[in-house]
T-cell receptor
Framework: DTGVSQDPRHKITKRGQNVTFRCDPISEHNRLYWYRQTLGQGPEFLTYFQNEAQLEKSRLLSDRFSAERPKGSFSTLEIQRTEQGDSAMYLC????????????????FGQGTRLTVV | AQKITQTQPGMFVQEKEAVTLDCTYDTSDPSYGLFWYKQPSSGEMIFLIYQGSYDQQNATEGRYSLNFQKARKSANLVISASQLGDSAMYFCAMRAYPGGGNKLTFGTGTQLKVEL
């Protein structure tokens, strides 16, 4: 296993179009996270899955954003009616563990999908 | 709420020298963990080191060490014997329990440039 994989690496889209990103986590990891990173900032949390259940969503995740993890393996993040403000790097991360997540669970990140909305 | 502050937008260090990257944090949760990640230009976030709030000793991982001062709420990263490959963006992050949920809260990062 080579780590967390994200596809595509880059996406340019016109404003108003829908886009979908895919994340394949490390195979034995049951936890999956999406983050968004804009230029000059650190990553900001978007949402978290444990297996197929979406357990936490940030207020940053407007109703134009939807994330799924249908079989508890790969995940997709869809943005509908894209806006220029959606331009960012979208990072996926995964981690393992059972029960309460605890504070020491490190997350392994993918290389991200860079979205440019023109 | 959790907050991470990194006040150094950019740092320069000579090859083979040590460098300290600053990080202060704020949380009202009793249990928390502090992480440092490295982000090269390729974009991937690479985990470097972890420090738990109840750990008595400062964490070390190879050339990386974490200078944890709980009373000052600081968790500075020390890189010893800098190498050209250390040039990257460095992020401090925190996960706090229970109030922080499952997310990592990141600072704005420090761009480190290692020079010959």
């Amino acid at each position: 296993d080579t780590g967390v994989s994200q596809d595509p690496r880059h996406k340019i889209t016109k404003r108003g179009q829908n886009v979908t990103f895919r994340c394949d986590p490390i195979s034995e990891h049951n936890r999956l996270y999406w983050y968004r990173q804009t230029l000059g900032q650190g990553p900001e949390f978007l949402t978290y899955f444990q297996n197929e259940a979406q357990l936490e969503k940030s207020r940053l995740l407007s109703d134009r954003f939807s994330a799924e993890r249908p079989k508890g393996s790969f995940s997709t993040l869809e943005i509908q009616r894209t806006e220029q403000g959606d331009s960012a790097m979208y990072l996926c991360a995964s981690s393992s563990g059972q029960g309460a997540i605890g504070t020491n669970t490190e997350a392994f990140f993918g290389q991200g999908t860079r979205l440019t909305v023109v | 709420a959790q907050k991470i502050t990194q006040t150094q937008p950019g740092m320069f260090v000579q090859e083979k020298e040590a460098v300290t990257l600053d990080c202060t944090y704020d949380t009202s949760d009793p249990s928390y963990g502090l992480f440092w990640y490295k982000q090269p230009s390729s974009g991937e976030m690479i985990f470097l080191i972890y420090q738990g709030s109840y750990d008595q000793q400062n964490a070390t991982e190879g050339r990386y060490s974490l200078n944890f001062q709980k009373a000052r709420k600081s968790a500075n990263l020390v890189i010893s014997a800098s190498q050209l490959g250390d040039s990257a963006m460095y992020f401090c992050a925190m996960r706090a329990y229970p109030g922080g949920g499952n997310k990592l809260t990141f600072g704005t990062g420090t761009q480190l440039k290692v020079e010959l």
